[in-house]
């Protein structure tokens, strides 16, 4: 048996925690499940959401955080923002209870700084963080296809690989901490800026008259080609914005992005602009909609158009 052979056996061999049950950690627990991973132990702030998903995969609901904890040896957390990460590390019931000599895997788009938060606090009680930013969507969470950027120890992301490579088609080791969610605010910012500038190609063609399935193909043929013109026009043109990604969500992360221009004194306008448009999504009460929804405000006629 060859030495990797060894270490993906002994990594199924640890128990699996998640912590946030949503479009993407619930999918990438069926996922490890099915690959044959011991999923000991789940939570979501919707027990009902935790105990169906239990149910589903042979798992325990976890009524605390402490009680992943107790019940994982590597957990993966993902949540919201900021805020929600501060919860559930520093609240009252946390996963840092009783947490020595675990490995913490946190996958959400959050800022750079508490990504290092996190692994300074983890180094004081003999655990281990791990950044594992994620790009790509719910299919790819449920099928192991995920694109993956990793910061922090390296020896740690090493030591995970067989249990990230079970859950991506691709990773990147970026560096340390922090530098995982700099890369990913950066890859978010630039799609959020693509979405946004095809939603206002595709509605000024529209208002134009012109033929948008020809105009798509055209795209796709010239400079105006990118991979959201793939994943996004159909849904723009078809007003379908079930969500795969929020419009909440790229406001938030096109700010983060932002933030990191502004500390090191780099103009960002056409970043501004986007984070603007989704800004305005979300104050008419589309934040919910996939990130397609930006061309709500640019179609004619369309509700956030006038």
Known sequence: ????????????????????????????????KDKGYSVSALFDIDQDLAKDLASEIDSTACKTLAEVTASADIILTVVTNDSAMDAI???????????????????????PSIHVKLEEAAAKIG?????????????????????????GQEAEFEAAKPLLDDLSKALTYVGPSGKASEVKALVNMVMNINTGALAE???????????????CKVFSQTGANSRVLETDAEDMLNRDHDCFFSASHAAKDSGIALDLGKSKGVSMPLAQATLEQYNKLCELGLGELDKSGIAELTFPGRKGSE
């Open 201 to 215: 190609g595709l509605g000024l063609g529209a208002a134009l008259g012109i033929d948008l399935e020809m105009l």
């Open 127 to 151: 655990a281990k963080t791990l950044e594992g930013c994620m790009a790509s969507s719910i299919p790819q969470a449920r099928h192991g296809e995920l694109y993956l950027m990793i910061g």
């Open 1 to 32: 048996m060859t030495q990797t052979q060894k270490k993906n056996l002994h990594m199924k061999d640890q128990k699996i925690g998640f912590v946030g049950l949503g479009r993407m950690g619930g999918n990438m627990a069926r996922c490890l």
């Open 89 to 111: 590390y520093f609240g009252d019931d946390n996963l840092f209870i009783a947490a020595e000599g675990k490995l913490f895997i946190n996958c959400a788009t959050l800022t």
